[in-house]
């Protein structure tokens, strides 16, 4: 099993950054991908970004440019600027362990115009 634990998120006026972390652990040997999804209220959950094991990265559309994925051992970052009001939502740290994925728990991100 693998535990993955956020930490950041909070209030942020548009314009402004944050930065989210995630860190695994348990039985980490193996997680071949580490990333952030989020899900805003009434609408389905989506990818923000994503890292491989090798470093190879994916975007959201509506983040490139604005937010950096980072994966340092067993820990993943998302730094995130330029944020905007629609940017706010519930973001899930993700994580995959050969064919198992895993979720945190949340932390929710608010960004006011």
């Known amino acids: 099993q693998v535990q993955l634990a956020e930490s950041g998120g909070g209030l942020v006026q548009a314009g402004g950054s944050l930065r989210l972390s995630c860190s695994a652990s348990?039985?980490?040997?193996?997680?071949?991908?580490m990333g952030w999804y989020r899900q805003a209220p009434g609408n389905e959950c989506e990818l923000v970004a994503v890292i491989t094991s090798g470093g190879s990265t994916n975007y959201a559309d509506s983040v490139k440019g604005r937010f950096t994925i980072s994966r340092i051992k067993k820990t993943v970052n998302l730094e995130m600027s330029s944020l905007k009001p629609e940017d706010t939502a519930v973001y899930y740290c993700?994580?995959?362990?050969?064919?198992?994925?895993?979720w945190g728990q949340g932390t929710q991100v608010t960004v006011s115009s």
């Open positions: 993700y994580g995959r362990r050969f064919n198992q994925e895993y």
């Open positions: 348990g039985s980490t040997f193996g997680i071949s991908a």
